[in-house]
């Protein structure tokens, strides 16, 4: 399958930041990708960053509701940014998880409406470092697909991203043996979940992924791409770690 490289700019970025994703088109033009790239912006530039990659790298959101509307003060629907030219959204990030307090379930709903709206949904798991050095880190990540993806996930709709919360943002990596070694899990849990549409669904690496790591990672048997964080804010560094797919992917 070809990979996913998607940077995830988190709560950062103003009308500022936009040359930096025109800069970023300009480059794909002239050294075209081996993985598909996405740049999920927040919802105050999706709008905006649309109009200026005009369709050259699409443009994804960071979380939406459940629902399509209603009397949810702050809240934003999946309608809402595939009506901004949104393509994708990714639901039940850590951060989700950890500060909004956000369950399973509520993560299932959220990738069911952005099917609904038309988007496709990056779907977030993780252990915390409690958890793994409990020896519990393949019991919670099974725990949370079985819960969060919906059995009508398929690789056109959905994509999986797994990211130790203990990693993200830390510069700390797991080994590259312990990153096969979970992602194997997660691609057994998958089709366990999903039938045979699992063996198709998207993997993706993510946590303190850089330039530095990312052709290794990317090497590894069933990592079908990267989520990527501070890094993506660099035009530079996720260029790099764009070219950094293996040519025999």
């Known amino acids: 399958m070809r990979p996913l490289i998607a940077g995830n700019w988190k709560m950062n970025g103003t009308g500022e930041a936009l040359p930096r994703i025109a800069a970023l088109a300009e480059s794909l033009k002239a050294e075209p990708a081996r993985a598909d790239v996405l740049i999920c912006a927040p919802f105050t530039l999706v709008s905006r960053a649309v109009a200026t990659v005009a369709g050259r790298i699409p443009i994804g959101g960071q979380d939406c509701h459940p629902l399509p509307s209603g009397a949810f003060t702050g809240d934003i629907s999946a309608e809402m940014l595939q009506d901004a030219g949104a393509v994708s959204v990714i639901v039940g990030h850590s951060e989700r998880r950890q500060y909004h307090h956000e369950t399973d379930e509520l993560v299932a709903a959220k990738a069911e409406a952005a099917w609904r709206a038309g988007l496709t949904a990056i779907i ?49 990596t797991p080994s590259l043996a312990d990153i096969a070694a979970m992602h194997a899990v997660i691609r057994n849990t998958v089709e366990n979940r999903c039938g045979g549409e699992g063996r198709g669904i998207r993997l993706l690496y993510g946590g303190s992924v850089n330039p530095a790591n990312a052709r290794d990672i990317l090497s590894l048997p069933d990592v079908d791409g990267a989520l990527v964080g501070g890094a993506s804010l660099k035009a530079e560094d996720f260029l790099a770690i764009i070219h950094a797919v293996p040519r025999d992917l």
């Open 124 to 172: 977030c798991i993780g252990e915390t470092e409690a958890q793994r050095d409990a020896g519990h880190a393949d019991k919670v990540v099974r725990r949370q697909i079985m819960a969060s993806v919906p059995p009508a996930a398929r690789p056109a709709n959905t994509a999986i991203a797994y990211e130790p919360i203990w990693a993200i943002g830390t510069g700390r």
